[in-house]
């Protein structure tokens, strides 16, 4: 086993120790944040690319094989539920903004690619978070149209239609380059070349995590009131959406599976919309992306206990 090897499976063994790293380094060091800020949207794209690579094309084509269930909850959630809020925005006259805009874009976003990852975390089965994670970053370009375009400072359908195609852009080359990758180069990996994709992705995730953090430290030290305020709403957005939807699936003939889709539901992949949108929409609600990926990286602490099987 070569030394690098063995440095991706350290950095798999010790995932969550250099996610919580990063998240620290970006905050106590604003410079190292800012130098990273810049390159946010190929790094998430390459995040992307290496959960694909790590799917694999079977694991994808396995995803699609209970496509019924999924897809009606990737429906509820990247449509159903952003259009719903759209609605209760729009009646109490708060739909413009960024709190509006970050909670919408939240809303829309399709599965983390670390969902499966913290459904194991907390001793449950992964695979109905994997088939939420494929089908809903699949149809992310087409469930995010709707939202798109009734969020206001967004701009004009043309806008709004050429960020969609960015963003189907992205996600297309991504998911062609690793399934080629996969189809040649990784045709059958072994369990020694996985676990160095997922020390590999554990890495990029810190690195992105310090980049997300560019608006967190210079708030915490100069806008402690609006930190904290933003902070709240985070935690209250993810942990909020898990435990709403955890009870209510409990109740129904979905309770086995209500653990991964609970997780899915509060855990969204709000940063891939740095890869598809300008930077003068994405930069005013940066404090609000940095602050969720706290409670979504502290997922199973914080709710292992309502998550044990």
Known sequence: MTASIRLLHAAARHGRILLVAGLISGILIPSLAAAIRPWLGELVAFLLFLATMRIGPRQAVGALRDLQVTLGV??????????IAIALLATFGALSGDLATA??????????????????LTGNDPAPALRLLVVGTALLPLTVVPTFLLIPELGEASDVLAAAARLFAVICVA???????RATV???PSPSAIFALDG???????????GLMVAVGPAITDEPHRFLL?????????????????VVLAKTSLAPLHVPFAIVAGNRNVALFLVALPAAITDPILLFIGCYQIPMYLTPILLRRRYMP
């Open 175 to 181: 998911g062609i380059a690793a399934f080629a990758i």
């Open 74 to 83: 990737v429906l509820v959630y990247q449509l159903l539920m952003p259009l």
């Open 200 to 210: 590999l992705s554990a890495i990029a995730m810190a690195v992105v995590v310090v």
């Open 186 to 188: 990784l045709r059958a």
């Open 103 to 120: 909670l919408l874009l939240m809303l829309s976003a399709s599965a983390i690619s670390g969902s499966p990852n913290l459904t194991v």
């Open 230 to 246: 933003w902070l709240g709403i985070a935690f209250a957005a993810n942990l909020g959406l898990q435990l709403a939807v955890s």
